[in-house]
């Protein structure tokens, strides 16, 4: 930039200054302290909302999964999905003795079920129920997220 033209922006400047001043319309300069952040204060903590549980329990099935615990060598049930059937995902239920590293625990009623890490996103907010029937006694999972089940009722989809 030249002499000439940055005097002539500064004069520019000048006069825009005095202008806003006529106005009073000056720019505030902040002249508050601001108080110093005492390092002994806590900061609030958060409010915790309930989650959606993983999965419920029906009362036939709290009853059932408790006579399945009275055992004379009680073990943990894990509820999990493989890739089998017709359309896609199978439940699986097995014994283990304890929980896994990524294992979720759920307790109703005095009944813990573990949930396997792999089938979290494909279980959550389902109903577990046992139903006793002439022709079979089963647990049944009403899966509010399958978008579809095949014809024998073994597998679905989500």
Known sequence: MSAPSLQNSLSKLNT???QLKEASIAPKVVTEA???VDATQKKARRTLRPRKALITLTP???THLAALYNQPEPKLIRIGVNNRGCSGLTYNLSYVDKPGKFDEMIEQDGVRVLIDSKALFSIVGSEMDWIDDKLASKFVFKNPNSK???GCGESFMV
Request: hydrophobic share 40%; net charge neutral; glycine share 8%.
């Open 148 to 150: 579809g089940t095949c």
């Open 16 to 18: 825009l200054s005095s």
């Open 34 to 36: 601001v108080a110093p």
């Open 60 to 62: 036939n099935a709290v």
